[in-house]
Each structure stands twice: as C-alpha cells, then as structure tokens.
Nanobody, 120 residues
Framework: QVQLVESGGGLVQAGGSLRLSCAAS????????MGWYRQAPGKQRELVAA???????NYADSVKGRFTISRDNAKNTVYLQMNSLKPEDTAVYYC??????????????WGQGTQVTVSS
C-alpha cells in the first residue's frame, strides 16, 4: 500500500524556520507532481507550493521568496523549507503526490498532515 508520511512540523516564533519532509513508500513506479497544501482553521485548503518531476516549481504569492520546495526523486521525498515564518503561516500542512503504479492510472495521494504553528 502506498502512503505519504510527513514530518517536521512544530511550533516556531515569527521569523523562524522549519523544514517539512514527506516520503512516499510502497510499490511506486513513479511520482509525478508533488506539492504542499495548507489549511488554517475556518479556511479552505490552499496550494502552498508544487514541483514537477523535472523540477519546475510554482508557489502561492503569499510564500514566494520565503518558502522553497524541492524533491529527491531517488528517495520519493519532497521537502518544504520555510523561512521568515509569519503567524499567518499557521496551519495544518498536507503533502500531496500524483502516484503512478503498475496496472492502474495515476492517482492523487494525501499525507496525514502536520501542524505548523507560528507564534508572534
């Protein structure tokens, strides 16, 4: 069974940094697009950053210049380096990946979420 396991969330003061990791495990042929989303209380889930297999990236305007997404294809892992964190970055962060397996079409997979709390 394929799953995504996230780590690296926590509590940090404004201006601080955190690095999130998300590793995919299981019988995976390939992972296409990978990304990070977040959901704050009372708000809809939103895209934070995404990266293709080839390394092309896109970011939400609110995190450009502060967050960096990267991936290690050999390890089926995606990272999110978050710098200059602000209280408004507080949310549950979810990893997302488009998984390719044998004998099935590609499908979306989500991690369990990791809490990021930024104190002012």
């Amino acid at each position: 069974q394929v799953q995504l396991v996230e780590s690296g969330g926590g509590l940090v003061q404004a201006g601080g940094s955190l690095r999130l990791s998300c590793a995919a495990s299981g019988s995976i042929l390939r992972i296409n697009r990978m990304g990070w989303y977040r959901q704050a209380p009372g708000k809809q889930r939103e895209l934070v950053a995404a990266i293709t297999t080839g390394g092309s990236t896109n970011y939400a305007d609110s995190v450009k210049g502060r967050f960096t997404i990267s991936r290690d294809n050999a390890k089926n892992t995606v990272y999110l380096q978050m710098n200059s964190l602000k209280p408004e970055d507080t949310a549950v962060y979810y990893c997302n990946a488009v998984i390719v397996v044998l004998s099935s079409p590609p499908y979306d997979l989500w991690g369990q979420g990791t809490q990021v709390t930024v104190s002012s």
